[in-house]
Nanobody, 120 residues
């Protein structure tokens, strides 16, 4: 009943920027925490950033000062602004959300992933 659709990935040069979007759709009553994770080639998936329903944020140390997580509750959409990108940021990025459906069922939902490649 609830789906997350990610967009905004692509190929950028080191030092460049990308903005990822995560749009939630379906029978949504509210969204609690939203987060971003990434999985680099040959590595485990790692947490990148979280934003609470009230706007509180937390970040992986290696992206602090470069990435900004945000959300637009009216649009049921989350964002990850990625600046000063480095080759080590190359990964598939996944959106995650804790969703309360209109039925009052509670779900943890994942997006399909979007590829970010940082290379010269």
């Amino acid at each position: 009943q609830v789906q997350l659709v990610e967009s905004g990935g692509g190929l950028v040069q080191p030092g460049g920027s990308l903005r990822l979007s995560c749009a939630a759709s379906g029978s949504i009553f509210s969204i609690n925490d939203m987060g971003w994770y990434r999985q680099a080639p040959g590595k485990q998936r790692e947490w990148v950033a979280t934003i609470t329903s009230g706007g509180g944020t937390n970040y992986l140390d290696s992206v602090k000062g470069r990435f900004t997580i945000s959300r637009d509750n009216a649009k049921n959409t989350g964002y990850l602004q990625m600046n000063s990108l480095k080759p080590e940021d190359t990964a598939v990025y996944y959106c995650n959300a804790q969703v309360l459906a209109t039925t009052r069922a509670y779900f943890e939902v994942w997006g399909q992933g979007t590829l970010v490649t940082v290379s010269s």
